[in-house]
């Protein structure tokens, strides 16, 4: 089952020249979430690029995040960021170390066209603006001045549509 939100704004296409990389920290739960965060891209790249982007993603699992000095490494590999992005796999809040993570990468923060893009699902599909793990991403993102997107999709779908996205300030 796939859950469609209308998006609470009209997303803008930000569709810059290549001129650099795209930056990425992504943060997963596991395999699944992973995967999902790959699919995610493929979906954001052509609407944020023209003619495609490089990449230069920093990935850390919750579980690493979980000792201090990876948990601070992390958010400084986030400062420049354009994208960051939290997948979640399970159902429930996120990890007391991720909740510790987000705002200390988010007040490092030095490119102000950042965005905050949260992918949660569970077993009986994606959890959107209900969830936990959505609620605290979402007011975390806002107040430190960051735009904030859900992408909702199934675990599992081949491609994300425009009514897949909702974009939340």
């Known amino acids: 089952m796939t859950t469609h939100l209308a998006p609470a704004a009209p997303v803008q296409e930000r569709r810059e020249p290549d001129d ?11 395999l699944a979430a992973y995967r999902n965060a790959l699919r995610a891209l493929a979906y954001l790249i052509p609407k944020t690029r023209t003619g495609g982007a490089r990449i ?3 990935l850390w699992r919750f579980d690493a995040l979980a000792e ?3 948990r601070s490494r992390a958010a400084a ?8 992005m939290i997948s979640k796999s399970g159902e429930g809040p996120l990890p007391a170390t991720v909740e510790a993570w987000l705002p200390d990468l988010l007040g490092r923060q030095d490119n102000p066209e ?3 893009v949260v992918l949660v699902g569970g077993p009986d599909g994606p959890k959107g603006p209900g969830s936990e793990a959505y609620l605290f ?4 993102a806002q107040a ?9 999709t199934a675990p599992g779908a081949s491609a994300w549509r425009s009514s897949d996205l909702c974009a939340a300030g």
Do not use: C, N, Q
């Open 20 to 30: 650099g990389p795209l930056r990425l920290v992504i943060a997963y739960d596991d």
């Open 56 to 58: 230069s993603p920093r």
């Open 68 to 70: 201090a000095d990876v």
């Open 77 to 84: 590999d986030g400062a420049s960021a354009d994208i960051a």
């Open 114 to 116: 950042s965005a905050v």
């Open 137 to 140: 991403a979402r007011h975390t």
């Open 144 to 152: 430190a001045g960051w735009e904030f997107i859900a992408l909702l």
